[in-house]
């Protein structure tokens, strides 16, 4: 929809998702205007690996908790069924109180490192020296955003911008023991002294 505009709502953080699910129910319920609304919510999430007691384990987190992403043409009305949410705060707005639209190339960054279920999956790389190649996974000619490899702990620190600020974040990699022979001639994407977490 060439109309339409991303928006930021804040939520009770752990209720995203159920909000997301109330958006659509209140939608089809309430038609105050009359006509079609174009909208779509986005809850951008990331798989991460954790260890706990000694275990290590994929799961999957939120990558801005207590925020909901939401696409329409119409942000007036999204802001009076957003109301009607009981978990649902606000949209994110300006000094003059207008709602604060996501920039194109802000929202854009964060859709091309996302996968079709709107996850931030894990990148494949491989550390030599200081020299780190990225193989495979949605960092793949994205290391530009990339500010510090944390080997021991399978994660990259990325830094994306969203609402004019820069957010540090942290995805997961997996990095091979050896390098796959139809890898090697593959550019160095990324150099930098890895730092580990101690």
Not at 103 to 128: H, R, T
Not at 141 to 161: C, L, M, P, W
Request: charged residues 25%; positive net charge.
């Amino acid at each position: 929809m060439n109309n339409s505009n991303w928006y930021a709502l804040f939520v009770q953080t752990g209720y995203e998702d159920e909000i997301c699910k109330m958006i659509d129910c209140l939608t089809q319920i309430f038609n105050f205007s009359n006509k079609t609304i174009y909208y779509e919510t986005l809850v951008p999430k990331r798989k991460l690996y954790e260890t706990k007691h000694g275990i290590t384990n994929q799961v999957i987190r939120k990558l801005f908790p207590g925020y909901i992403l939401i696409k329409t043409d119409d942000i007036e009305y999204m802001y009076i069924i957003s109301k009607k949410c009981f978990h649902s705060y606000r949209f994110i707005r300006r000094a003059n109180y207008s709602f604060s639209i996501i920039k194109q190339d802000e929202i854009l960054q964060i859709l091309k490192l996302m996968d079709g279920n709107g996850v931030i999956d894990v990148s494949n790389v491989f550390i030599e020296n200081d020299k780190v190649r990225i193989l495979s996974g949605p960092l793949f000619n994205y290391t530009g955003i990339v500010k510090k490899i944390n080997k021991s702990k399978k994660r990259a620190k990325i830094e994306i911008q969203i609402m004019g600020k820069n957010l540090p974040i942290d995805v997961s990699i997996y990095v091979l023991d050896k390098l796959p022979n139809d890898d090697i001639n593959k550019i160095i994407l990324f150099k930098k002294t890895i730092e580990e977490y101690k």
